[in-house]
């Protein structure tokens, strides 16, 4: 026998009242698991989202209004495509995909159309709605290296462009509408025939109504030399909370970089609710966990006069009554740490989908992190009245019947 | 000498009335004596059991234990000379409730972080001289009072005392019980040779020892059997001074 097994064999002998000692500090560590296993899979859905999206980072010339992107105006100004280069080359992290455009009105066989010069291996990445080809298909998302979407089929995401040639156009689907152009069919802009390989599928934004050519070929068709009107990144929703945008502003100084700033706030917004509530909670629980535990411990350590007692008499110094009070709740904190972790990591990954619309999923590394917590309030709530009960006198308890 | 006692007092307030528990008490006791102190309730006997034990500190007077004053020894220190030279008998058996007979004999053991192998052995064989063997894994609550006194007198037996405290041993027995828990503490003081203090207010449990103190209002005001050498035991008595 030694300190730990009596402390276990004590909480055994009186499993009644422990319930009341555990709940608090079990329900606590139950609240901080949980919140944390929300926040994380928070950040990760949000993340997931945001890469779904495409492109988050716009790169336009200095003086370019997201409207003169959008809209094509003839005299937007535009900027060397070298710019690129030094994107690629500056050292960011978290640059997911980087898509130079030139935008210009045009005239397909007669009709109005805005045309759209791409680079293709990087812009089908970029807008993860095309990979598959057919508006009725979900939609692969591709997420943050370093998350779970490892899983993103890249032959699907790279073939297309691959197949996109110089005399070769993809066409959104409501100026394919308009034309009567399907795949196969030969699209007369300006002076180039190019051959439709492709019809997006429509994805409710200003690129159902665009024509898409290769970059390099529209620059030449038009005479425009080595200009873009935009470089389109997919920046990690992470980086882009670290600094991304005023990192990017550093490398391409006589350029406007905007974010999608909703969503970045929105996601920033989340993480520090998330974080703010995990860390209230902490606190309420070092205080209240603190707290309950003390007054169990009071309540015990009064019920266990006699038994101290015989401990000084039989040989105990004061030092070792702490040690065995402290031992109990050693071995509370460990058990009502355990049990939060259980408990906190059951409601949310079994709640997460259906209330919260969330793939929650459990955190190991917390469970040695809620035991230590959990100990250590069960052990600063013990102190006092541990260190009193190795006060009392040892007399008044042994002569008590 | 075993233990010696030179102008003992112990005082306490009560309601601003000071109340002489112990009152300039002095004694000695020898190597391997049973020695019994008596008298009416109040009369400070228990007081003077724990004040010996270094569970009570006294008001005045000085306590020495083989030639070894115990004047200013920290709580480490007394809980050290308890667990190494006292073993104590009560009147209401002071048995852990939720542990075995087993574990209880075990306990001083466990708190001198004796080996647990060892703790074992020696359980065993106590449980084994008070005849209680075979309900080494039953509770307080499942023991007879005579078998929960056996058990408290093996666990007094642990740490190979060379005294033993007893207050009241038979305060909680009926007669035939009293008989056979003051058989086994003479056999005990007669084989192992550890000396016996017990407290009692019972004529007949003072008999079994072989000298007497008489307390009353926390002076000692007869002895019998002191200075005496031989006896029916090989005790010395207690010696009044």
Known sequence: ???????????????????????????????????????????????????????????????????????????????????????????????????????????????????????????????????????????????????????????????????????????????????????????????????????????????????????????????????????????????????????????????????????????????????????????????????????????????????????RMIGASRARILGVLLAKAVVLGVVGGVLGYVIGTAAVVSAGPSLLGLDVRPLPSYLALSAALATSVAVLGSLLPAYLASRFDPSANLQEV | MLLSTVGLSKTYRRRDVMVAALDDVSLSVEEGAFATVTGPSGSGKTTLLLTLAGLLWPTAGSIRFRDRSLEGLSDAQWAAFRRENLGFVMQNFSLVPYLSAHENVCLPLAVGRVPKGEQRRRADELLDRVGLSGRAEHLPRELSAGQQQRVAIARALAGAPSLVLADEPTGNLDPQLSRDVLGLLQALNREEGMAILMVTHSPEAAGAGTARVHLEAGRVVSAHGAAQVGGPTRAHGAHLR
């Open chain 1, 1 to 311: 026998m030694n300190l730990v097994s009596l402390a276990w064999k004590e909480i055994r002998h009186r499993r009644a009242s422990l319930i009341s000692g555990l709940v608090a500090i079990t329900l606590g560590i139950a609240v901080i698991v949980g919140i944390r296993a929300v926040a994380v899979a928070s950040k990760h859905a949000v993340a997931v989202k945001m890469d779904s999206l495409g492109a988050n980072v716009l790169v336009l010339p200095q003086g370019a209004s997201i409207e003169d992107y959008h809209t094509a105006d003839i005299d937007a100004p535009t900027f060397p495509e070298e710019y690129v280069e030094r994107v690629v080359t500056s050292g960011l992290l978290g640059l997911e995909n980087i898509s130079p455009k030139l935008t210009r009105r045009v005239k397909i066989d007669g009709v109005p159309a805005v045309l759209t010069g791409i680079l293709p291996q990087s812009e089908v990445a970029s807008k993860p709605a095309w990979q598959l080809g057919g508006a009725d298909t979900e939609a692969p998302v591709h997420i943050c290296a370093g998350d779970s979407g490892a899983n993103v089929d890249e032959r699907l995401r790279r073939q297309p462009v691959e197949e996109l040639g110089q005399d070769e156009c993809l066409l959104g689907s409501g100026i394919s509408e308009r034309l009567g152009l399907r795949v196969g069919h030969v699209a007369h802009v300006e002076t180039a025939k190019l051959k439709v390989t492709r019809v997006l599928p429509a994805t409710g934004t200003v690129d159902d109504d665009r024509v898409f050519m290769h970059l390099h070929a529209m620059q030449q068709l038009l005479g425009t030399g080595s200009q873009v009107s935009a470089i389109e990144i997919m920046g990690c929703c992470t980086a882009i909370s670290d600094g991304m945008l005023s990192k990017l502003r550093n490398v391409l100084p006589d350029t406007r970089v905007t974010g999608i700033a909703q969503i970045v706030a929105t996601q920033m917004a989340t993480n520090g609710l998330m974080d703010r509530l995990s860390w209230g909670f902490l606190v309420i629980v070092l205080i209240v966990g603190g707290l309950s535990i003390g007054n169990f411990m009071w309540a015990n350590v009064n019920q266990r006069r006699r038994e101290i007692g015989i401990l």
